[in-house]
């Protein structure tokens, strides 16, 4: 990926005649910091969630349902992918795991009809301190 | 819950207009062990995956899209509810946590149209050694 410190990591959908399986994140995975909270977020069709920036919080996203477009900003000083915005789309057609290091704008886009499911594996448990917001405004959406 | 060791742990569903934010696990909870590995599984309506058996590994389970009846069978030499079958369905409507510790056998049954998920964060990575399956005939479901 275009930002220092974002890595995608492709994963297994492995299918079976009552259902599927599919992989999410291993402790022994690249990306893998710890492990804090798992929450599920979702977001509709059209619609974006964002910005948030985590100071100390590692991301490791996978969308198990629907499609989700995410927006990535990097505005780290001294970064060299410093000024950089890149997009990534996740989906079951691109079976992912996005990682997220922390001091990374993002945002993230519902793009299919019905359900789009993210969920996040973080190294730490939600702390409000730790988290900074802006509105979508703030950089560009095209 | 009737078998030992078995537990049910109330989720927070937060809606928002853009989308919901749902609670899964955190390291702090009740039912934590560690983190070994998370992994979704589907399982379509009237389908049954099961019966399966881990000898270490302790599961938490959610279901956050559609509906999944999951049996619990405890013939554990000793366990003061031995011989215990259990029921319990999961879905948004009962939005929980199910923690299986080890040595319980489990099913798990699609109850929805259309897709029934769920997210195991197991305390331990897959280990084809540590897990005991066993055909649906073993403990009949009613």
């Known amino acids: 990926m275009?930002?220092?410190g974002c890595n995608l990591h492709p994963l297994r959908i492995i299918p079976g005649e009552k259902g599927n399986v599919m992989h999410a994140l291993r402790s022994t995975d690249e990306g893998f910091v710890a492990f804090g909270e798992a929450y599920f977020s979702s977001v509709k069709k059209g619609e974006t969630k964002g910005w948030k920036r985590h100071h100390r919080m590692t991301l490791n996203l996978v969308v198990p349902v629907g499609g989700i477009r995410f927006y990535l900003h990097d505005d780290r000083?001294?970064?060299?992918?410093?000024?950089?915005?890149?997009?990534?789309?996740?989906?079951?057609?691109?079976?992912?795991?996005?990682?997220?290091?922390?001091?990374?704008?993002?945002?993230?886009?519902?793009?299919?009809p019905?359900?789009?499911?993210?969920?996040?594996?973080?190294?730490?448990?939600?702390?409000?301190?730790?988290?900074?917001?802006?509105?979508?405004?703030k950089f560009p959406i095209s």
């Open 114 to 137: 019905g359900l789009n499911l993210l969920l996040n594996m973080a190294d730490l448990e939600h702390d409000p301190a730790e988290v900074e917001t802006a509105d979508l405004s």
């Open 2 to 4: 275009k930002i220092n």
């Open 77 to 112: 000083p001294g970064s060299i992918s410093f000024g950089r915005m890149e997009m990534v789309e996740l989906s079951n057609e691109n079976y992912q795991r996005l990682t997220v290091p922390p001091g990374i704008w993002f945002a993230f886009q519902g793009i299919k």
